[in-house]
């Protein structure tokens, strides 16, 4: 039996007004769309200065704004290039990875929350397959596509919610399958400004290997049947 909280079906969840929930999940990704493109990203300067402000609690504040940010489409990997180059490799990257998961996490519970019912809804036997696939085999899919840097964070987190992925899996493969491109991101924004510099040349290169991977991975992947 499943003891998955999210997972859970509550008495009486299943009603005529199915299309409620995946009506508010709409507006509320059209909202955090509109903020986006309205509102973006603050410049570095503005975000140093706002965290210098904050003084030791500048740290959790940026994790804060990374949190809110990354439920939008707002790129993820700016902010992270920014905290590498507002705390240095280490608290950059703990800032980082504390923000990206609080909003894994929310996206993930609003996604499942509110999206999950219309998808079991829907008649496709593949669907079901790939399912069944994502519950059993759930944590490595997970690890697989965090792994890949050109693939979009902030998507990820609400596609995954919407798959019969295990909750645990999901924030287990999250917190492993971003730390490289997180620290690869971070050290960009580290050692930026000596751009010849080992950590920059192996930051960057750790991306290219990353993406290249799972480009081939996911070709391959493709090709084979969902059992």
């Given at each position: 039996?499943?003891?998955?909280?999210?997972?859970?079906?509550?008495?009486?969840?299943?009603?005529?007004?199915?299309?409620?929930?995946?009506l508010?999940?709409?507006?509320?990704?059209?909202?955090?769309?509109?903020?986006?493109v309205?509102?973006?990203?603050?410049?570095v300067?503005d975000?140093?200065?706002?965290?210098?402000?904050?003084?030791?609690?500048g740290?959790?504040?940026?994790?804060?704004?990374?949190?809110?940010?990354?439920?939008?489409?707002?790129?993820a990997?700016?902010?992270?290039?920014a905290?590498?180059?507002?705390?240095?490799?280490?608290?950059?990257?703990?800032v980082?990875?504390?923000?990206?998961?609080?909003?894994?996490?929310?996206?993930?519970?609003?996604?499942?929350?509110?999206?999950?019912?219309?998808?079991e809804?829907?008649?496709n036997?593949?669907?079901?397959?790939?399912?069944?696939?994502?519950?059993?085999?759930?944590?490595l899919?997970?690890?697989?596509?965090?792994?890949v840097?050109?693939?979009?964070?902030?998507?990820?987190?609400?596609?995954c919610g919407?798959?019969?992925?295990r909750?645990?899996?999901?924030?287990?493969?999250t917190?492993?399958?971003i730390?490289p491109g997180?620290?690869?991101?971070?050290?960009?924004?580290?050692?930026?400004?000596?751009?010849?510099?080992?950590?920059?040349?192996l930051?960057?290169?750790?991306?290219?290997?990353?993406?290249?991977?799972?480009?081939?991975?996911a070709r391959?992947?493709?090709?084979?049947?969902v059992?």
């Open positions: 039996m499943d003891d998955d909280p999210l997972d859970d079906d509550p008495a009486g969840a299943r009603t005529d007004r199915w299309w409620i929930r995946p508010v999940l709409v507006a509320l990704l059209g909202i955090g769309v509109a903020v986006a309205s509102v973006g990203i603050p410049p300067e975000i140093r200065a706002w965290v210098g402000a904050a003084g030791w609690a740290p959790v504040a940026f994790a804060g704004l990374y949190a809110v940010l990354a439920l939008t489409p707002a790129p990997t700016v902010l992270s290039i905290a590498g180059v507002l705390f240095g490799l280490a608290g950059g990257l703990a980082v990875m504390a923000g990206a998961l609080l909003s894994a996490v929310g996206a993930f519970g609003l996604s499942r929350g509110l999206g999950r019912r219309a998808v809804r829907v008649d036997d593949r669907l079901r397959r790939l399912d069944a696939l994502l519950r059993r085999r759930g944590l899919a997970v690890i697989g596509v965090r792994l840097p050109l693939l979009p964070f902030n998507a990820l987190n609400y596609l919407l798959t019969a992925v909750t645990r899996d999901y924030i287990a493969g917190a492993v399958g730390l997180a620290t690869a991101y971070v050290a960009i924004g580290a050692f930026g400004a000596e751009p010849g510099s080992l950590p920059f040349l930051a960057v290169g750790g991306l290219v290997a990353l993406s290249v991977t799972g480009i081939v991975v391959r992947r493709r090709a084979e049947p059992a």
